[in-house]
């Protein structure tokens, strides 16, 4: 039996793979087609059930993948947007969960109201995973990514909080709303702690690791270690992986070199390849698991799960929509991510999908209660929140794109082209201040302050040609200037890291995209020296 589960997590690491070209071909993202592989293997007799506790998904699954995230945003990108985040994070994840449970409630009269508390916690927070998954290469404006992002990073903090009340209240059959008040607090507090730690921490260890590849082996231990450290001491993990990941991206701001960039880069981006795929395909795999717990009369649940579901996407719509139109004026005062129009507002509403979270959690509600008895509508709470992952992910996500094209919502590329042009222009002028400053201290020969700028210009007109104009003489500049090379080598280094350091000081900045800046550093990265 561990063989072949072992032989099923290679199909699937294998399928993950070859998903990637088949969506780029069919157009339909590689999570839902993962999704689907996983469901056609659940339903074949002769394939076996994977074997994977459900306590253990959210430990080894999420840490990675939110860490992997968060790295591609900063401090500045959710304090511009904390206060859009944080009303949907807590808001609207709790008024989801409420909704769900009173209308599951209704609708399954023997449904206790804690298990339908339960119930409306697991299906409430839509998944960064999923989201991140899904949005691919849509062209969406950097505004409404960001704000999914955020969103998706933070909501988990607050449903798995009222999940574990909902479902301590369900086993023991006492509910306290200040104990559930505090857990929350508790939850948030240690997270951050330990995220803080941790990050500064890993900060001052990885500044002492000579090679790449040691910092990118122990940023990959990072995350579980601040998971699990938070969850041993009843506080978020998923909180306590955002802040040490982005304590630590700040950070690296002051130490990081081309070589770590470049190999932390690629080693994520695979990274996060292949837990979405197996993540995904295990999802599909655990109808079998859900099927077994609704027994012959899972089709009496398709009923109230319909309502969940509806429940759960016209909620999101009714908030998002009510929120544009009472603090639309707001947002753009405040320059937010919050959408402007109408169309960004029904973007970013069918954009709710839910994922590994809320499988992880349906998965992990316990058999029985403290009284010996099977805990109370637990088939329908995992029925429930199964089609709502169903739904999202398989009707959603594929439809994700016929949304987006029919709203005519599009990045604003023209901005977004300005904003790289500012930032090489920042580039350039730090790298030839430098040269300056060499030149007054060395006294360096004209031929060589000339060969030198030669150089930087022409490298960056490599990178971007509207950043500088072309000389037409660079490149029999640069064939002299090979001559004397052993001079320029450390010319050359000096500048190249004055650059480096003014894009990584604009990333700090608000009016800089991290994403922006981090396209512009790769380029920066892969050219080494001027010549």
Same mark, same amino acid.
């Given at each position: 039996?561990?063989?072949?589960?072992?032989?099923?997590?290679?199909?699937?690491a294998?399928?993950?793979?070859?998903?990637?070209?088949?969506?780029?071909?069919?157009?339909?993202?590689?999570a839902?087609?993962?999704?689907? +592989? =996983?469901? #056609?293997? $659940?339903?074949?007799?002769? %394939?076996p059930?994977?074997?994977?506790?459900?306590? *253990?998904? /959210? @430990?080894?699954?999420?840490?990675?993948?939110?860490?992997?995230?968060?790295?591609?945003?900063s401090?500045?990108?959710?304090?511009?947007?904390?206060?859009?985040?944080?009303?949907?994070?807590?808001?609207?994840?709790?008024?989801?969960?409420?909704?769900?449970?009173?209308?599951?409630?209704?609708?399954?009269?023997?449904?206790?109201?804690?298990?339908a508390?339960? +119930? =409306?916690? #697991?299906? $409430?927070?839509?998944?960064? %995973?999923?989201?991140?998954?899904?949005?691919?290469? *849509?062209? /969406? @404006?950097?505004?409404?990514?960001?704000?999914?992002?955020?969103?998706?990073l933070?909501?988990?903090?607050?449903?798995?909080?009222?999940?574990?009340?909902?479902?301590?209240a369900?086993?023991?059959?006492?509910?306290s709303?200040?104990?559930?008040?505090?857990?929350?607090?508790?939850?948030?507090?240690?997270?951050?702690?330990?995220?803080?730690?941790l990050?500064?921490? =890993?900060? #001052?260890?990885?500044?002492?690791?000579?090679?790449?590849?040691?910092?990118?082996?122990?940023? *990959?231990? /990072? @995350?579980?270690?601040?998971?699990g450290?938070?969850?041993?001491?009843?506080?978020?993990?998923?909180?306590?992986?955002?802040?040490?990941?982005?304590?630590?991206?700040?950070?690296?701001?002051?130490?990081?070199?081309?070589?770590?960039?470049?190999?932390?880069?690629?080693?994520?981006?695979?990274?996060?390849?292949?837990?979405?795929?197996?993540?995904?395909?295990?999802? =599909?795999l655990?109808?079998?698991?859900?099927?077994?717990?609704?027994?012959?009369?899972?089709?009496?649940? *398709?009923?109230?799960t319909?309502?969940?579901?509806?429940?759960?996407?016209?909620?999101?719509?009714?908030?998002?929509?009510?929120?544009?139109?009472?603090?639309?004026?707001?947002?753009?005062?405040?320059?937010?991510?919050?959408?402007?129009?109408?169309?960004?507002?029904?973007?970013?509403?069918?954009?709710?999908?839910?994922?590994?979270?809320?499988?992880?959690?349906?998965?992990?509600?316990?058999?029985?209660?403290?009284?010996?008895?099977?805990?109370?509508?637990?088939?329908?709470?995992?029925?429930?929140a199964?089609?709502?992952?169903?739904?999202?992910?398989?009707?959603?996500?594929?439809?994700?794109?016929?949304?987006?094209?029919?709203?005519?919502v599009?990045?604003?590329?023209e901005?977004?082209?300005?904003?790289?042009?500012?930032?090489?222009?920042?580039?350039?002028?730090?790298?030839?201040?430098?040269?300056?400053?060499?030149?007054?201290?060395?006294?360096?020969?004209?031929?060589?302050?000339?060969?030198?700028?030669?150089?930087?210009?022409?490298?960056?007109?490599?990178?971007?040609?509207?950043?500088?104009?072309?000389?037409?003489?660079?490149?029999?500049?640069?064939?002299?200037?090979?001559?004397?090379?052993?001079?320029?080598?450390?010319?050359s280094?000096?500048?190249?890291?004055?650059?480096?350091?003014?894009?990584?000081?604009?990333?700090?900045?608000?009016?800089?995209?991290?994403?922006?800046?981090d396209?512009?550093?790769?380029?920066?990265?892969?050219?080494?020296?001027?010549?």
């Amino acid at each position: 039996m561990v063989v072949d589960q072992l032989v099923l997590v290679f199909v699937l690491a294998l399928a993950t793979i070859l998903a990637q070209p088949l969506g780029r071909r069919t157009g339909l993202p590689p999570a839902v087609l993962m999704t689907v +592989l =996983g469901i #056609v293997l $659940a339903l074949i007799p002769a %394939v076996p059930n994977i074997d994977l506790r459900p306590e *253990l998904i /959210l @430990p080894l699954v999420l840490p990675p993948l939110l860490y992997g995230a968060a790295r591609r945003t900063s401090w500045q990108q959710f304090a511009a947007n904390s206060g859009a985040i944080l009303l949907r994070a807590v808001g609207l994840v709790a008024a989801t969960a409420a909704a769900v449970a009173f209308a599951a409630h209704a609708w399954w009269p023997g449904l206790p109201l804690a298990s339908a508390f339960a +119930l =409306g916690a #697991v299906v $409430a927070p839509p998944d960064p %995973v999923a989201v991140g998954a899904i949005l691919g290469k *849509l062209g /969406l @404006p950097r505004r409404l990514t960001a704000l999914l992002d955020g969103e998706g990073l933070f909501n988990d903090v607050t449903a798995v909080v009222l999940y574990e009340v909902a479902v301590a209240a369900a086993v023991t059959g006492h509910f306290s709303a200040w104990h559930a008040l505090a857990d929350f607090s508790v939850s948030a507090l240690v997270a951050v702690a330990v995220g803080l730690v941790l990050g500064w921490a =890993g900060s #001052v260890v990885v500044r002492r690791l000579d090679e790449a590849i040691w910092q990118v082996g122990f940023g *990959l231990v /990072l @995350p579980f270690a601040a998971y699990g450290l938070a969850d041993s001491w009843h506080g978020s993990g998923v909180l306590a992986v955002l802040i040490c990941a982005l304590y630590l991206t700040d950070a690296a701001t002051d130490f990081s070199d081309s070589a770590y960039r470049i190999v932390g880069e690629s080693v994520w981006e695979v990274i996060d390849m292949m837990v979405t795929g197996l993540a995904f395909g295990i999802i =599909g795999l655990e109808l079998s698991t859900v099927l077994a717990a609704a027994g012959e009369h899972w089709p009496r649940l *398709l009923g109230g799960t319909a309502v969940v579901v509806a429940v759960v996407v016209g909620l999101r719509l009714v908030w998002l929509m009510a929120t544009y139109l009472l603090l639309g004026g707001y947002w753009r005062r405040h320059d937010t991510d919050e959408p402007y129009t109408w169309r960004e507002t029904v973007v970013t509403w069918w954009a709710g999908i839910r994922g590994v979270a809320t499988v992880a959690l349906a998965l992990a509600v316990p058999l029985g209660t403290d009284s010996g008895e099977p805990f109370p509508g637990r088939a329908e709470v995992l029925f429930a929140a199964f089609g709502v992952v169903l739904f999202t992910l398989l009707v959603q996500g594929p439809t994700l794109a016929v949304v987006v094209r029919l709203t005519g919502v599009r990045a604003d590329t023209e901005a977004e082209r300005a904003t790289e042009l500012r930032l090489w222009t920042r580039i350039l002028r730090a790298e030839l201040d430098r040269l300056d400053e060499i030149t007054a201290e060395q006294n360096l020969p004209p031929e060589v302050y000339r060969k030198v700028r030669a150089g930087i210009e022409q490298r960056l007109t490599r990178a971007d040609p509207d950043a500088a104009e072309q000389d037409a003489d660079a490149e029999r500049d640069r064939q002299r200037a090979l001559r004397i090379r052993g001079r320029l080598a450390e010319i050359s280094h000096s500048v190249l890291e004055a650059g480096r350091t003014e894009a990584l000081r604009a990333r700090r900045e608000p009016g800089f995209p991290p994403q922006v800046v981090d396209r512009v550093m790769m380029r920066l990265d892969l050219r080494p020296n001027l010549f």
